[in-house]
C-alpha cells in the first residue's frame, strides 16, 4: 500500500514549493514471535513462550513493549539478562536515535544479542500499525498514541496464543490512555518488583522511576539557582551576555573549576558551589563572566570534598586569598547546562556502620567527579567492592547528585579488579574481539603470495635490523643502513604493512578504528588488532619474510636528503636487537660485520639529524618513566626502576621523525584535502608564567616568545652541582604545552600545521600502524599516492576524516592516561608491604601543601604539610613559588627527603601516601625510618642539599 504526504515549504531565497513524499505500507511483516503462524516467515522470530523472570503481575506468559521514556532512561533495566521478550517499535528507536546516540547503539546492542529476545517493528511501515498525525497534535502525542495502537494489534494478533502484551511507560497520561483502551500497562517500577528472583533488579532503576528526585534530601531546601533554559541561553551568546564552553573540575580544589571559551585566552575560573551550580566535569556549560573587580586567580590550595553535610555551606569559597593573587583571570559563574556528559562512574560506597539502610554515598574513584547519591539493599556486600554508578540527575534541592547503581565490579585491592577500574574509567576497549573480526583474518600457517613479489620489492637480501624495548613483541618498524660508491648512503625505514590485512569497512577494521591505539599497561597489552597480526604477520620478526611499506632515501654523510622513494617491499630481518643489544654492537669497534657497521652508521646521521633538529628550535622536554618487574606467576610488581635511556633510544627516535615529516609532505601534497597529519599548537605564553618565575627565583632566566628560544634557554639552564636540576625544568616545561593532535589537512589553513615541539611545518604518524590507527590510514593515502592500493569514498572525505581525527585525538589521550594509571597503580602494590626514605624534589608549591617528585621511581605526589598539632604560620608566596612554614622555606625544585608508604587504615581508600621527612617541621615532618644495616641500627635518611631551616 502507498501513502503520500504532501506539505510546502520555503526555501532559503523565499520561494515556495510542494513536497511529496511517498510512504509504503506494508502487510507482510512479521509479528516476531516463535508461537504465531499467521506472519509470513520473511524476518527471524525471536519473542519466546517462556521469561526468564516470572511475574506475580500475570498467570500467563507475556511480552512487553516499552516507550521512549523507557528506552531513556531505563536502558541499566533493559541490558539486565532476567528483561527478556521486549517489542522494540521502530517509533522508539527512531526517537532514540533523535535524541541521544550513545544509547541507541547500546538498544542496537541488545537488539542484536539473541539470547535477549528483543524484536524490532517496523510499526511506521505497517499497514495495521500506522497511523497519520492528527490535526493540533505534537509530534509526541502522535508518537505516544502509535506505541498505544502498536500495543492493541498485538494485543489482537496474538490473544488466540494466551499471551498477554504490557505496555510499559512511566509517562502517566500515556499510561491512563492505554488502560481506559483496555490494555495492560504498568510503570516499570511496579513491574520489577512483581519479578519473582530479582529484588536487587530495583537498584538498577533511574531516578526518574523510583519517584521523587528529592527523596534523599531532609528539607528539600532550594540549594542552587535554576538552570536558564536553552532558548534563554542561546539569546545570551548571541548578545555576547553568556558564554559557552566544556567545564573541567580542579583536580586540587573541590570548590574550583575552569572554563574555556574562545572569547578568553585564559580559562574562566568558577569559585564556589555556589557558582559551580552542579556543574560536574566535561559538561558543556553557559557562564556569566563577573565584572573585573571582581577577578581573582586560583587558590593554590588543595581542598578535597571530605564533608557528607547536606548543609553545607555553599557561599563557602575555596582557603586562600585568590584576590591578590598575580595570575588573575576571568571570573565568573555556571548559569546553564547545555549538555550533560555524564558517564557511567567507578568508585566505592562511603563506609558506613548501618549497611541495612538502603541510601547510600558513592564515591567515584575520579577526584573530578562530585559524591552521588544513590539506593541500594546490597549495601553489606558492596561496601568491600568495586562498583559501577550512573547519574541520573541533580536536583537543585540535593547536595550531590543523584544517581543508581549498575554492577559490581569485583573485590577492592585483587589486581584484576583495580585493572579493571582503570580500563572502564578510562573508557578502554578492552573486550575479546568478536567472532565477525576474527574471521577477516588469514588463516595459518600464512605464507607470502608469489604475486606479491611482483607487486613489491624484494629487499630480502639487504640487511635490516629492528631495535625495540625488551619483551616488545609488536615490532612496528626497521632500519638499513648502506653505504654508496658515491660517498653518499642509503637509508631505509621499513614499517610493518598491516594495511595489507586490514582492508577497509570490514568488521576488523570498524573495531581498530573504535579502538584507535594499542593500549600498553605494565603487565599487559590492549591490542588494537588481534595478535595473529600484532605479534606474528605484521611484526618485523627477525629471519621471517615479511611485508613492509617503506621509506628509501639517499642521504650525504652531513644528513642532507639527495632522493627519496616510497613503495611497498618484502623484508627478511637479519636480527631483532633490544636497545642495549644495539648499543653494545655500536660501541665494541672490534665487530664490522654489515650489521654493526649499519648501526654505527646510522647512529652517526642520527647524531647530526638530532642536531640540526635542536637548532631549528626543537624542544627536549622530559616526564619520569619507570619499568616495573613482574613476578611471572602472580603478576604482581616485584621490583622498580627508572628507564634509562640510550643512543640507539635517540638513534630510532630520529630516523621515525625522518620517516614522519617526510611522510606528512608527500601526502598533504597529494591529498591536500584529506591528509591526516598531526599538529602541536604553540602554547599562549601566559601558560610558562610558573615556569619563568620559578626559574627567576634560582636565578635562571627562560625565554619562551618562540620555541627556538625555549629550547636554548633550557639547554643553558644549569645549576653547579645539581644536575637533575634541568631535568626537573624540562619535566615543569611539558606541563605547560600543549596537546598534539591529529587533523584533517582540509579542515585548517597551513599555517596552522605546525608542530612547536618538534619545529617542523607538517608532521604525521606513519611509523606505527600495528598499535595506532591514524597510521594505518596515512598508510592507505600513501599507498594510493604511489599507485599501490587504491582509495575509497570516505578516506576522500573530509568530514569524515576529520569524525576519524577527533576519535584517534580522544582514544589517544585515554590510552596516555591509563597507562599513567597503571604505573600509579603497580608503585602502589609494589610499596603495599614497604615503608621508605627517599630523596625527592618539590615540583609545585601550594598554600598549604607541595607536590614532590620522587626521581627513583618516577613517582609523583601531594604532601599536605598542615596539621592539627601544628602551631606555626604560613607564608605562601605565589610570584616567588615559595611556601614558609615557620622557620622553614620550601621552594619550587627544592630537594627534601619524604616518607613512602600505603595507607591501609581503610581498606576503601587504600592509597600511596607520601610524608616530609626533612627539612624539620614541628607538627609537620615524622620521624626517619630506621633499617637494619649489620649489627647497628642507623638511619636511612639522605641528606638533601638544598632543604633551607
Known sequence: ??????????????????????????????????????????????????????????????????????????????????????????????????????????????????????????????????????????????????????????????????????????????????????????????????????????????????????????????????????????????????????????????????????????????????????????????????????????????????????????????????????????????????????????????????????????????????????????????????????????????????????????????????????????DIPHLPFSKSVLDCLPKLPWSIADYEFVLREDLRNTCVCSVDPPGCTDIDDALHYKSLPNGNCEVGVHIADLSHFVRPGTALDLEAQKRGTSVYLCDKRIDMVPEVLSSNLCSLRANEDRLAFSGIWEMTKEGEIVSRRFCKTVIRSVAALTYAEAQILIDDKSRTDPLSEGLRGLNELAKKLKQRRIEAGALTLASPEVRFHIDSETHDPIGIETKELKETNSMIEEFMLLANCEVARHIEKEFPQCAVLRRHPSPPLTNFDLLVNAAAVKGIQVKCSTNAELAYSLEHANIPGDPFFNILLRIVSTRCMMQAVYFCSGMLPEEEYFHYGLAVPMYTHFTSPIRRYPDLLVHRLLAASVGQDKTYTELLDRNIVHEWCENMNYRHHQAQLVQRASIALHTQLYFKDKCLDEDAYILFVRRNAIVVLVRRYGLESTIFLKAVESQVDFVYEEDKCKLTVGRVTLQMFDRVIVQISVEDCNIQHKKLRMKLVNPIIPGVSVEPIYVTMGNNDEPHVPRPDSARH
Open 1 to 426: 500500500m502507498l501513502k503520500a504526504k504532501t506539505f510546502v515549504k520555503k526555501t532559503k531565497r523565499g520561494n515556495i514549493i510542494k513536497v511529496v513524499r511517498e510512504h509504503y505500507l506494508r502487510d507482510d511483516l512479521s509479528c516476531g514471535s516463535l508461537l504465531c503462524q499467521k506472519c509470513p516467515n520473511l524476518s527471524p522470530a525471536k519473542l519466546s513462550e517462556k521469561q526468564k523472570a516470572e511475574s506475580s503481575l500475570f498467570s500467563k506468559a507475556h511480552y512487553l513493549v516499552i516507550d521512549t521514556n523507557v528506552a531513556l532512561h531505563q536502558i541499566d533495566f533493559l541490558e539486565d539478562r532476567n528483561i527478556t521478550d521486549v517489542i522494540v517499535l521502530q517509533t522508539v528507536l527512531q526517537e532514540v536515535r533523535h535524541l541521544n546516540d550513545s544509547l541507541y547503539k547500546r538498544i542496537r546492542t541488545i537488539i542484536e544479542n539473541n539470547s535477549k529476545r528483543f524484536f524490532v517493528l517496523c510499526n511506521e511501515h505497517h499497514r495495521s500499525t500506522y497511523i497519520d498525525r492528527e490535526p493540533n497534535e505534537s509530534c509526541n502525542d502522535r508518537n505516544d498514541r502509535a506505541i498505544r495502537v502498536a500495543t492493541a494489534w498485538y494485543e489482537e494478533h496474538l490473544k488466540h496464543l494466551d499471551i498477554d502484551i504490557v505496555l510499559l511507560t512511566n509517562d502517566r497520561d500515556n499510561r491512563d490512555k492505554a488502560i481506559k483502551a483496555g490494555l495492560k500497562s504498568y510503570q516499570v517500577l511496579d513491574y520489577v518488583k512483581s519479578l519473582k528472583g530479582c529484588e536487587n533488579l530495583v537498584d538498577h532503576l533511574s531516578v526518574q522511576e523510583k519517584g521523587d528526585n528529592n527523596s534523599t534530601v531532609h528539607d528539600k531546601k532550594v540549594m542552587f539557582d535554576e538552570h536558564l533554559s536553552l532558548y534563554d541561553i542561546k539569546m545570551g551568546i548571541k548578545s555576547n551576555r553568556y558564554h559557552q564552553g566544556k567545564f573541567e573540575a580542579s583536580r586540587e580544589n573541590y570548590l574550583e573549576g575552569f572554563v574555556s571559551c574562545t572569547a578568553y585566552d585564559k580559562q574562566v575560573i568558577i569559585r564556589g558551589l555556589k557558582n559551580l551550580n552542579r556543574a560536574v566535569h566535561e559538561d558543556v556549560v553557559a557562564i556569566e563572566i563577573f565584572p573585573k573587580s571582581q577577578w581573582v586567580g586560583a587558590s593554590g590550595t588543595v581542598q578535597l570534598d571530605e564533608k557528607i553535610d547536606e548543609e553545607e555551606d555553599l557561599n563557602a569559597m575555596p582557603d586562600g586569598d585568590a584576590q591578590n593573587s598575580i595570575y588573575v583571570r576571568p571570573t565568573g559563574r555556571v548559569i546553564g547546562i547545555i549538555k550533560r556528559n555524564w558517564r557511567n562512574y567507578c568508585g566505592v560506597l562511603l563506609p558506613t556502620d548501618n549497611t541495612e539502610k538502603t541510601r547510600h554515598i558513592f564515591i567515584p574513584s575520579e577526584k573530578r567527579i562530585p559524591r552521588i547519591r544513590i539506593e541500594t539493599r546490597q549495601a553489606d556486600v558492596l561496601m568491600s567492592h568495586r562498583i559501577i554508578v550512573s547519574v541520573d540527575c541533580w536536583p537543585r534541592s540535593s547536595r550531590y547528585p543523584l544517581g543508581h547503581f549498575i554492577r559490581d565490579i569485583g573485590p577492592m585491592g585483587d589486581r584484576e579488579t583495580e585493572e579493571e577500574v582503570l580500563l572502564l574509567e578510562h
